[in-house]
């Protein structure tokens, strides 16, 4: 096989991996929140535990099969990085819950600024002017934005602002285990998953009741609703 065939092969491959993750980060938002606003399913936290469930069983699937090698992970480690990723996941949620998808989006976007922020003050990172300037455009899009979107009430603009930081703070993290224990990014999730989905499906059912005054084991299941539901899982996996 010649070079410029395999570099080919390689730039298809590549561009195939970054399409799918396109569809399926899309595809997750769609129905989530086709679920949460059409379905009547606002328990997000719950939601969460289930997407992690199915995680769980994805990364032992992936172990058994030897794709994912064993790795050791101090527990004091995993629950440190498990507090950052429920508070994001759960916020994530909830903020797509209270808020349009458009202001959702936009405000994913202020993590790139955030993540920036936490590198400089941590790692003394220290960024060109062009990335700067790319910054300061990025800050004033989130902003007029959020000022023009009257969708944005306070409680949602307030989940989206913790999402946000926890969010980047998610990030900070994971590339500090990776660097710290040498470890991959399958084998941390088989580390963190079965601790995520443990924990969110116990809390879950109480801060759903919380934020949103209904019990999860009372939803109405419809066929529909259902559907979604293995459409959901089906895409996460």
């Known amino acids: 096989m010649s070079l410029s065939t395999k570099s080919d092969k390689k730039a298809a491959v590549d561009a195939a991996a970054w399409m799918f993750n396109i569809v399926t980060s899309v595809g997750i938002i769609l129905v989530n929140k086709a679920l949460m606003a059409t379905y009547g399913f606002r328990f997000a936290t719950t939601l969460t535990g289930l997407h992690f469930a199915t995680t769980t069983t994805m990364t032992l699937v992936f172990r058994w099969l030897g794709y994912i ?24 949620n909830i903020s797509l819950m209270w808020n349009s998808v458009g202001f959702y989006q936009i405000a994913k976007l202020s993590m790139i600024p955030v993540s920036c922020f936490l590198e400089v003050v941590l790692d003394q990172v220290r960024y060109s002017r062009d990335t700067k300037l790319s910054i300061v455009v990025v800050l004033l899009g989130v902003a007029f934005c959020t000022v023009t979107d009257v969708s944005v009430n306070f409680k949602g603009f307030l989940a989206a602002f913790i999402a946000v930081w926890s969010t980047a703070l998610q990030q900070y993290y994971v590339h500090f285990l990776q660097r710290k224990y040498s470890i991959g990014s399958f084998n941390l999730l088989g580390h963190t998953a079965p601790v995520q989905a443990t924990s969110l499906l116990i809390v879950g059912p109480f801060l759903d009741y919380m934020f949103t005054g209904e019990r999860v084991y009372a939803y109405q299941y419809s066929t529909t609703s259902v559907v979604s539901f293995l459409t959901l899982f089906t895409v996460f996996i």
């Open 69 to 92: 090698q064993p790795t050791n992970l101090p527990m004091s480690e995993i629950l440190k990085f498990v507090l950052f990723a429920n508070f994001s996941i759960v916020g994530m």
